[in-house]
């Protein structure tokens, strides 16, 4: 093996690299990217989990209870209702994570060496945060039962190893009661093919015809560059929709995941989604000067915020404030607060409204510069 050889082809390469800088800065950064993203965002350590209380006791047994919850440094009280009924719609609604009801005469029953039954209405639509509550949910109260008891037995005079636990819990699990991973991966499933396919797709729209020597005669036609840009948008609408469906119905036939809610809004939904994500794919196009690199600013770009920072597998709400930023400003974010609830709960419009008009002044943005710098190279 000869030396200077091997120098002049390190060389060689070394200068192919330096005439293609954006593929210089995506190999340095994204090693980065992926640290940061991976060290900073990821926490399975569930922390400031939202719940609502129904005291039906009101007494200082309960009060009790609600102080050791709130200063475990674990959960956060949101709202306390008056009736179970109340609180599960602030669980439907997602604003919060489970519903504590205490019974009336707790304080009672304790006093006379009674067992008394909590009652926890969990949701269960992201398996993984809702199983790891309840876990910690059953600890924060097995902690304040052994205080009890032992205040109980203080008073009362009972053996410890005899008396029955003065707090039991009866769990009930809402919109995923075997508290299966498949139910909620499959509608983030739908997100993350949508977002991924519909910026592939149109991520070389523009490029493309500027390598074939086709854009000249583009802008030399009287269509405008409104029209242009929307025509080849529909076609990939339309084939989006098709993978939205073929999505519904292996979920339903290969993982019995079925749709609770409306199959029409999911795919009314799909449609601004998909809106958003295509125009994204143009605005790459118009940027990128090869397919190749549009190719891989659309993947990067996509593939990666969606699976760390949308909250597909990792909750949001354990990310730091500059990650919990850069999420809301992620199209799948928004796209996955309706998906999984009208998958898993049946909600309709009158909840999913908030991210929907999000993600239509998403779309509305996105092609208005994808329309501006098209015409700039018009």
């Given at each position: 093996?000869?030396?200077?050889?091997?120098?002049?082809?390190?060389r060689k390469?070394?200068?192919?690299?330096?005439?293609?800088?954006?593929?210089?800065?995506?190999?340095?950064?994204?090693?980065?990217?992926?640290?940061?993203?991976?060290?900073?965002?990821?926490?399975?350590?569930?922390?400031?989990l939202?719940?609502a209380?129904?005291?039906?006791?009101?007494?200082?047994?309960?009060?009790g209870?609600?102080?050791?919850?709130?200063?475990?440094?674990?959960?956060?009280?949101?709202a306390?209702?008056?009736s179970?009924?109340?609180?599960?719609?602030?669980?439907?609604?997602?604003?919060?994570?489970?519903?504590?009801?205490?019974?009336?005469h707790?304080?009672?029953?304790?006093?006379?060496?009674?067992?008394?039954?909590?009652?926890?209405?969990?949701?269960?639509?992201?398996?993984?945060?809702?199983?790891?509550?309840?876990?910690?949910?059953?600890?924060a109260i097995?902690?304040?039962?052994?205080?009890?008891?032992?205040?109980?037995h203080?008073?009362?005079?009972?053996?410890?190893?005899?008396?029955?636990?003065?707090?039991?819990?009866?769990?009930?699990?809402l919109?995923?009661?075997?508290?299966?991973?498949?139910?909620?991966?499959?509608?983030?499933?739908?997100v993350?093919?949508l977002v991924?396919?519909?910026?592939?797709?149109?991520?070389?729209?523009?490029?493309r015809e500027?390598?074939?020597?086709?854009?000249?005669?583009?802008?030399?036609?009287?269509v405008?560059?409104?029209?242009?840009l929307?025509?080849?948008?529909?076609?990939?609408?339309?084939?989006?929709?098709?993978d939205?469906g073929?999505?519904?119905?292996?979920?339903?036939l290969?993982?019995?995941?079925?749709?609770?809610g409306?199959?029409?809004?999911?795919?009314?939904?799909?449609?601004v989604?998909?809106?958003c994500?295509?125009?994204?794919?143009?605005f790459?196009?118009?940027?990128?000067?090869?397919?190749?690199?549009?190719?891989?600013?659309?993947?990067i770009?996509?593939?990666?915020?969606t699976?760390?920072l949308?909250?597909?597998?990792f909750p949001?709400?354990?990310?730091?404030?500059?990650?919990?930023?850069?999420s809301?400003?992620?199209p799948?974010?928004?796209?996955?607060?309706?998906?999984?609830?009208?998958?898993?709960k049946?909600?309709g419009l009158?909840?999913?409204?908030?991210?929907?008009?999000?993600?239509?002044?998403?779309?509305?943005?996105?092609?208005?510069?994808?329309i501006?710098?098209?015409?700039?190279?018009l």
């Amino acid at each position: 093996m000869s030396g200077r050889r091997l120098l002049a082809m390190a060389r060689k390469e070394w200068i192919h690299i330096k005439r293609d800088p954006r593929s210089l800065v995506v190999a340095l950064v994204l090693p980065f990217a992926l640290l940061i993203i991976n060290g900073a965002g990821i926490n399975f350590d569930l922390t400031d989990l939202p719940f609502a209380l129904c005291d039906m006791d009101n007494s200082q047994a309960s009060r009790g209870l609600r102080e050791h919850l709130v200063h475990s440094g674990l959960f956060r009280l949101v709202a306390s209702v008056g009736s179970p009924a109340e609180g599960e719609q602030l669980v439907l609604h997602g604003q919060c994570l489970f519903l504590l009801v205490i019974p009336p005469h707790m304080s009672a029953d304790l006093s006379g060496g009674k067992s008394v039954a909590l009652q926890v209405l969990l949701d269960g639509s992201d398996a993984n945060t809702a199983s790891t509550a309840r876990n910690y949910l059953a600890g924060a109260i097995n902690a304040q039962a052994a205080r009890l008891q032992a205040s109980a037995h203080a008073r009362l005079g009972l053996n410890v190893r005899t008396a029955n636990p003065p707090l039991t819990v009866a769990r009930k699990v809402l919109y995923n009661p075997a508290m299966e991973s498949r139910q909620f991966i499959v509608p983030g499933l739908i997100v993350v093919i949508l977002v991924i396919l519909g910026a592939l797709l149109t991520s070389g729209a523009v490029v493309r015809e500027r390598e074939r020597g086709t854009f000249e005669t583009l802008a030399a036609s009287p269509v405008l560059a409104a029209e242009i840009l929307l025509g080849k948008l529909f076609p990939y609408v339309v084939i989006g929709l098709v993978d939205v469906g073929i999505a519904i119905c292996t979920g339903a036939l290969v993982f019995k995941v079925y749709v609770t809610g409306s199959v029409e809004l999911l795919l009314a939904c799909s449609v601004v989604f998909l809106a958003c994500a295509l125009s994204f794919g143009l605005f790459i196009s118009t940027i990128a000067q090869r397919q190749q690199i549009a190719m891989m600013a659309a993947i990067i770009s996509t593939l990666l915020p969606t699976m760390m920072l949308s909250g597909f597998i990792f909750p949001i709400r354990n990310m730091p404030l500059l990650l919990r930023i850069i999420s809301a400003l992620i199209p799948a974010t928004h796209f996955l607060r309706i998906t999984r609830p009208i998958y898993l709960k049946g909600v309709g419009l009158a909840v999913v409204w908030p991210p929907l008009l999000v993600l239509l002044a998403m779309s509305i943005v996105l092609l208005a510069v994808c329309i501006v710098r098209f015409r700039k190279r018009l």
